[in-house]
């Protein structure tokens, strides 16, 4: 099912989403909410099955994606999407727990919005990863291969083909792990809260999730080996904030 918002005073944008969710009324209403701000391809699903028929037959350029289905379990869903379309993924769900964070985060999701939302919340979101998409296609053109490339000791971070290596080994990362990889790559022994990490990585100041930079800095630690090295690379200053401290090889 596809709504058009018919305005033709108002800016529009050409991003296509798909919403999946089973609350017919919350559908509606992020449908109007996401017109009303210039978006007209809006299409929408309340199955799994409906979402994946629609996914393998259109180009999306974001999911909105409900973890309670009635035919799937979001996650289950999200694993599936993702052999289909790299587009990125928002869960809406009404579960808090970090641990249902920490599992979309792991299976390729890109965001984390817990419901009830404040619909304008939802769309600072959506526009800051477009505006990050955008940002990113930008600096390929302009950037050489050189400037993608990152070596501290053990650990090597190419960004143009998206590979980590710690100690010789290549490191399955999520975008995002491998985005804030590389922003810590960037400013070396430099200090950041997670409000700033967040606006930085995620693109969202106003209504940034630092939890979700935790989750993503103790995935990234456990990658890293920090846990078992007395020599941490990404410092926690309690109270203030974190630091990348590149190792030169002879503290690991």
């Not at 974001?62 to 379990?73: E, F, K, Q, R, V």
């Not at 009830?116 to 940002?135: D, G």
């Not at 143009?160 to 975008?175: F, K, P």
Request: with cysteine.
């Amino acid at each position: 099912m596809e709504e058009r918002a018919i305005n033709k005073n108002q800016l529009t944008h050409s991003e296509k989403i798909l919403i999946i969710d089973d609350e017919h009324g919350l559908l509606t209403l992020v449908k109007i909410t996401l017109n009303k701000e210039g978006y007209q391809e809006i299409m929408t699903a309340e199955t799994g099955e409906e979402a994946l028929l629609s996914i393998k037959n259109n180009h999306f350029d974001l999911i909105l994606l409900d973890i309670m289905l009635p035919d799937y379990s979001g996650f289950e869903l999200c694993t599936e999407i993702r052999r289909y379309t790299t587009a990125p993924i928002i869960f809406l769900t009404a579960r808090t727990s970090d641990y249902d964070k920490l599992s979309g985060f792991a299976i390729g999701g890109d965001d984390y919005i817990t419901k009830p939302f404040n619909t304008m919340e939802l769309v600072a979101r959506i526009k800051a990863i477009f505006r990050r998409r955008q940002l990113d296609r930008s600096s390929v053109q302009v950037s050489s291969e050189s400037e993608k490339l990152y070596q501290y000791g053990s650990i090597s971070l190419d960004m143009s083909c998206a590979v980590l290596n710690v100690e010789g080994r290549e490191i399955l990362c999520t975008a995002k792990e491998l985005e804030l990889m590389e922003f810590f790559c960037k400013h070396p022994n430099k200090v950041f809260t997670t409000a700033h990490l967040y606006e930085a990585v995620w693109g969202v100041s106003e209504y940034g999730d630092e939890k979700t930079v935790t989750i993503h800095i103790s995935k990234l630690r456990k990658k890293l080996k920090d846990e078992s090295k007395p020599y941490k690379v990404i410092t926690n200053l309690r109270g203030i904030g974190y630091k990348f401290i590149p190792p030169t090889g002879e503290e690991w």
